[in-house]
């Protein structure tokens, strides 16, 4: 067999086994199956009936673990209802936006849930972002209120000037344990919100299922940030299908969530799903490696959320006696690779991995229902995987004028159909919904949603995720804008022109930042702390490139974009490139140059990225 032939064959679901699995899947969950099927038809079931179902009938189950705060169901919903009603007072009304800018904590959860109650939409602000992008994202979904946790007020009073602000916006202030001061303007929103009652809002019953709840942030696969729409549906069907189909959660679970709440796995794939089964939502302010497993315990969490990178950090720890002495029975998430499934599995004794795969702004999603392992499940919606050029970078086209699917075990990119309950909500920028769309792909008049992504066919209507395309890569588990990195670094004054983009480095996940980059003066002037400075002005963390490359030009097609294929397939090969390379390294804020030594310690993972 040829190595194409083997690299086909592998990870292949086995057919006698999937029907065995399918045929006990529906029969054990076809009545949840067929509710789950229902929500959007009837168009009544909402985030905020789901909290006060659960008020009623886990009342006193605890919904949040934090620290050393215990919330029960009956007081959640009552604290809820606390900021709905004086939300309500402020003139919110469905439809409103609402920018929250907190990190993880109760009253982000508290917050997100009273407008969902009201119809409004909560617009979730990436809380790593500094400076240019933060003022970029806040003002393009601007919001009739914006709160501010009291951890996050000296990064937004650094851009409050650059903010187009009228006087009908009110700015409300969430405390934390900091105990900074009331800022000018702001009203602090622990305080008034204890005048107000704690019963059930009347505006609850006329939100529906597919209206709006919350945009999240995402570069997509087309440049700089976009607010993706995200209707009540999707939390709905993800913590109904996640959590009681796949996990078959209950309310003695507790599910672990150290993954920021602007990011949409967090919601999806860890909130909704506790609560959709009255289980206990554990929070962490912040994911850490080393006492990941101690939290772990603290909570007695049996499910915790994840990306990819998560997993690698875990399995980089030290192996211990005590790996697989924890409650974890299930873990829900995306980006677990294939080379460290088995592995962390058996490392850790998880029996099950929900992984599945999805974006903030698409239409449908996969989902590991049958627990097959090294695959992102199936997809219920209508998909193809068609064949692609990546040379081109856009999906193939026969002389008819129609695209192909691949072939089993093939790699091509994956397409979700635009029709019902999968039509594209888009973007707040009507063009960048617009770039989304395939048309007439397999008929006449048929419309596409294009998730830039590559998928491989796995059979039985299975994938593998492959990679990311476009303008955009996946690091420390978010999207980046390779345009907004080339935005920062074409104004730096010593940077001609530039082009960025993703590369792989040995034990890691996804792709990390490198910037090629023609600059207008000898390397002995150019200034890499005034350039580093720069990056941690403008970008967040995980944005800032980890390598950079200078070359004398850059090639541009003929359409004057910047070729990137080449570019990334050589990476940064210390043995292949013969322009100056440089790198910045863990724990280390400047950039030196990338020598044979520190190469090859990289390319055996003596570094930790």
Not at 22 to 39: D, I
Request: a neutral charge; proline letters at 4%; aromatic letters at 12%.
């Amino acid at each position: 067999m040829s190595e194409n032939s083997e690299l086909k064959g592998k990870d292949l679901i086995d057919k006698k086994e999937y029907r065995k699995r399918r045929k006990e899947f529906f029969r054990k969950h076809s009545h949840l199956f067929q509710y789950l099927m229902k929500l959007g038809i009837e168009n009544k079931i909402s985030w905020g009936t789901i909290v006060e179902r659960n008020a009623r009938e886990y009342s006193d189950k605890i919904a949040i673990k934090f620290e050393d705060i215990l919330l029960t169901y009956k007081e959640f919903n009552e604290q809820v209802n606390r900021y709905a009603h004086y939300f309500i007072s402020l003139g919110l009304k469905k439809g409103d936006i609402v920018e929250i800018f907190m990190t993880n904590r109760p009253e982000l959860l508290i917050a997100f849930t009273a407008i969902g109650k009201i119809g409004a939409i909560n617009s979730l602000i990436n809380t790593e972002l500094r400076e240019k992008t933060l003022a970029y994202c806040l003002n393009l979904t601007p919001g009739k209120l914006i709160i501010v946790g009291s951890e996050l007020i000296d990064e937004f009073t650094k851009v409050k000037s650059e903010l187009n602000l009228s006087n009908d916006q009110i700015l409300l202030f969430s405390p934390d344990r900091d105990s900074k001061p009331l800022p000018d303007g702001f009203i602090d929103l622990s305080l008034i919100i204890k005048d107000y009652p704690p019963r059930n809002p009347t505006t609850t019953c006329n939100v529906k299922t597919n209206d709006p709840i919350v945009y999240f942030f995402t570069s997509g696969t087309t440049g700089l940030y976009k607010a993706a729409t995200v209707i009540h549906h999707s939390l709905v069907f993800n913590g109904h299908a996640v959590g009681l189909l796949i996990t078959e959660a209950t309310t003695d679970d507790t599910v672990y969530v150290a993954l920021p709440f602007y990011h949409a796995t967090a919601v999806w794939l860890g909130w909704a799903p506790a609560f959709a089964s009255g289980a206990a939502l554990a929070i962490s302010r912040k994911f850490s490696a080393s006492r990941f497993w101690d939290e772990i315990r603290k909570y007695n969490a049996t499910i915790f959320t994840y990306v990819g990178e998560f997993c690698r950090y875990l399995m980089n720890q030290p192996i211990m006696p005590d790996n697989k002495k924890n409650s974890i029975r299930a873990i829900i998430g995306n980006g677990l690779r294939p080379e460290i499934w088995k592995d962390f599995k058996e490392r850790f004794g998880i029996e099950i991995v929900a992984e599945a795969y999805g974006a903030s702004e698409n239409v449908a999603g996969f989902a590991n229902l049958f627990n097959f392992d090294c695959t992102i499940g199936t997809c219920v919606a209508p998909y193809a995987i068609v064949k692609f050029d990546p040379e081109a970078e856009k999906p193939i086209r026969e002389e008819d004028g129609y695209m192909q699917r691949v072939g089993l075990g093939e790699t091509g990119l994956c397409i979700f159909e635009c029709k019902g309950m999968t039509e594209f909500r888009g973007y707040t920028d009507k063009k960048a919904t617009e770039a989304k769309l395939l048309y007439n792909v397999f008929k006449e008049g048929d419309i596409w949603f294009n998730t830039g992504d590559l998928l491989r066919d796995l059979g039985c209507d299975h994938a593998q995720f492959v990679d990311r395309l476009g303008d955009t890569f996946r690091w420390k588990g978010h999207n980046v804008s390779t345009t907004e990195v080339e935005e920062v670094l074409n104004v730096f004054d010593q940077v001609l022109i530039s082009s960025a983009y993703g590369v792989q480095i040995p034990g890691t996940e996804g792709r990390a930042g490198m910037a090629a980059i023609m600059p207008s003066c000898s390397m002995e002037k150019f200034n890499f702390n005034a350039l580093a400075d720069k990056f941690r002005k403008d970008l967040a963390p995980y944005a800032i490139p980890i390598f950079l490359r200078f070359k004398a030009n850059l090639a541009i097609t003929p359409t004057f974009k910047l070729k990137k294929i080449t570019l990334k397939k050589e990476g940064f090969d210390f043995h292949n490139i013969n322009d100056p390379l440089y790198v910045m390294l863990p724990n280390e804020s400047e950039y030196r140059p990338l020598t044979k030594d520190i190469y090859e310690n990289i390319k055996k993972k003596k570094y930790k990225f």
